[in-house]
């Protein structure tokens, strides 16, 4: 397929004059919403006086939020298909910046919903109950109030925090354009330059020396930075300990996980289930160095394929049909809103083309369709990332038909489940239906990566965030010395003595950005966990079980993350969630080592 955009069929392609028909129906919106943006200011005054006052003021932050984010989706997204494109994204910056407007704009409505006491509210939604529109809403700000600070201290945080919040940027700009690796040799013994971008696919060479060399290049040039990057975690982590603090929560970690809407007791359930259950993981790692051919895996052999990747290429006509047949399972209205979206209301944008986003995503808001961004070469690896994306626009799609708008977005904590759900069953399906052993064993290690990867590793990275913490919550300062020993620690506990823990590895906390977000890469485990135990029910009870997850997609943000995971059955206060991810991971492991062994 060329990669001249001009030159793709226009059913491969956006359409999204589907959002704006030209650019004078936007320009008629960007002006709409900013004279709403203009007035907003005249709520402050009256939204604490009736129910109706404060019903209008909120009804009016939903219209600008909607049109606001209609405009944003109709700049970003054509940008993203021409990243060289500035008239795009000159216009992405332009709803940016009516964005930070109505932030402004709309500063009051948090501490004036903040003063409206629960026993009034409870009295307005009985005198005027259209307010129960949005009761999620305001007890969703309302539950902040033990952690609110007096009028002045409000202040005094907001004009802080412009200056707070930097360390990620910083720790970005160090690492994208200060940093400079060297060279090293490649397979074919060239000098070539190593980056955080060429890193990985070295580590998955063939070539164990090109392995070994990218592994020592990186973490010499980040050892010789190592007191710069432990003082700016340790900054992080000191302002959110600070702010926790401040704001009068028990600690950072409790902070973090009430944003969420859950407890500590998942992020620890997490950890425990899984520190518990390593034999599966060690398996793995012993499989990998039998068939790597090796006297002893290291930490730069932990990357490399198992198997060659599968050689049978899908046109993506045939992708569509895998997905389809897939979620079958989930009754007409999925199959065919989701048939329908692909191939007449041209949801996907399918191939890469010149200036084009590199990677996959969905997106759109409750005014627009789902949109899909693949740049698909008709790998099995692709087949998997549509029936990724697609269980992503399908969560949006019932979400958004089942709810007002401002119920219509589901949280981060489960944002990663119904994707995961449809990549997990597109994959069992694969394996109980293929014919091929070499595409059994492609989508077997495809299952394994994806475990070891998002289960085992990002909740390694979690148990070292929360001990980072909880060390400066105690008054330690997170020196070099310190971060490295801990997290040395942790890696040995989680490898076990399957694979050799080079000391170069007590140094890979300085290259995972994602520890400035503080308590985040949990979510990413507790999101396969919950996936995975799904698909063991509707693998398992069928017809009886699919309406329940059904009804978890349509909840949106209705309900609380850990309640909407509830009407699907699934509950992650309880151990057995993180077990289900655990026992199928096992499950692939037995398999694979059965079918390899009988075709090697």
């Known amino acids: ?213 990218a592994f020592k290049k990186l973490y010499e040039t980040y050892d010789g930075f190592g007191n710069t990057l432990s003082s700016l975690m340790n900054a992080c982590v000191k302002e959110r300990t600070t702010l926790a603090k401040v704001r009068k929560y028990k600690n950072s970690i409790t902070a973090s996980t009430f944003s969420d809407e859950v407890t500590p007791e998942i992020y620890n359930n997490l950890i425990n289930t899984v520190s518990e259950n390593f034999a599966p993981l060690f398996k793995y790692y012993d499989i990998k160095r039998e068939v790597l051919g090796l006297p002893k895996m290291h930490m730069y052999d932990v990357y490399t394929p198992l198997i060659s990747s599968c050689s049978k290429e899908y046109d993506f006509e045939e992708a569509v049909s895998e997905v389809l047949d897939t979620v079958k399972v989930f009754g007409d209205e999925y199959l065919n809103t989701l048939k329908n979206g692909i191939e007449k209301e041209k949801w996907v944008d399918v191939y890469p083309t010149k200036g084009k986003r590199g990677g996959a995503y969905s997106a759109g808001c409750y005014d627009t369709q789902p949109y899909i961004l693949l740049n698909y070469t008709g790998k099995l690896d692709d087949v998997s990332t549509l029936a990724h994306e697609a269980g992503h626009s399908m969560h949006s799609y019932f979400s958004r038909v089942s709810n007002t708008p401002q119920e219509s977005d589901y949280t981060i904590f489960v944002a990663e489940v119904a994707s995961t759900v449809n990549e997990l069953l597109f994959c069992h399906r694969k394996l109980r239906e293929s014919k091929s052993n070499e595409e059994k064993l492609a989508i077997m290690n495809q299952l394994m990566e994806t475990y070891k990867g998002t289960l085992y590793r990002q909740t390694m990275f979690a148990e070292f965030e929360r001990e980072m913490h909880a060390l400066c919550e105690a008054g330690e300062t997170l020196t070099k010395e310190l971060l490295c020993d801990v997290y040395y620690k942790i890696v040995k506990k989680y490898f076990g003595n399957h694979v050799v823990c080079d000391k170069e590895i007590a140094l890979e906390w300085m290259r995972i950005p994602h520890f400035y977000s503080c308590f985040y890469v949990y979510k990413y485990a507790t999101c396969i966990s919950a996936a995975s135990s799904i698909v063991r029910k509707i693998e398992t009870e069928g017809e009886a079980y699919i309406g329940k997850y059904l009804d978890f997609l349509k909840c949106g943000g209705s309900k609380s993350p850990l309640d909407s995971l509830k009407v699907a059955g699934i509950d992650m206060t309880k151990p057995e969630v993180v077990r289900d991810a655990i026992a199928d991971f096992a499950e692939t492991v037995d398999a694979f080592e059965k079918l390899y062994n009988e075709t090697k």
């Open 1 to 213: 397929m060329t990669n001249v955009r001009a030159d793709i069929p226009a059913k491969y392609k956006w359409d999204l004059s589907a959002i704006y028909e030209n650019i004078e129906a936007f320009n008629a919106d960007y002006e709409k919403a900013k004279k709403l943006i203009e007035a907003f200011p005249r709520h402050a005054e009256t939204m604490t006086k009736s129910p109706e006052a404060l019903y209008e003021a909120l009804e009016e932050d939903t219209q600008i939020s909607r049109l606001l984010e209609k405009l944003y989706s109709y700049a970003f997204l054509n940008s993203d298909l021409d990243k060289s494109d500035n008239f795009y994204l000159a216009l992405s910056g332009k709803i940016q910046n009516l964005w930070c407007d109505a932030g402004s704009a709309s500063f009051f409505m948090r501490p004036k919903m903040l003063s409206i006491s629960k026993k009034t509210t409870e009295k307005w939604y009985e005198e005027f109950p259209k307010l129960l529109e949005y009761k999620r809403a305001i007890e969703g700000v309302q539950r902040y109030r033990p952690h609110t600070l007096s009028d002045e201290g409000e202040k005094l945080l907001a004009d802080l925090s412009p200056a707070m919040g930097t360390h990620s940027d910083i720790r970005s700009i160090f690492a994208n354009a200060d940093l400079h690796f060297g060279k090293i040799n490649d397979e074919d013994r060239k000098k070539v330059e190593l980056t955080e971008a060429t890193y990985v696919l070295r580590l998955m060479s063939e070539d164990r020396n090109v392995r070994r060399a």
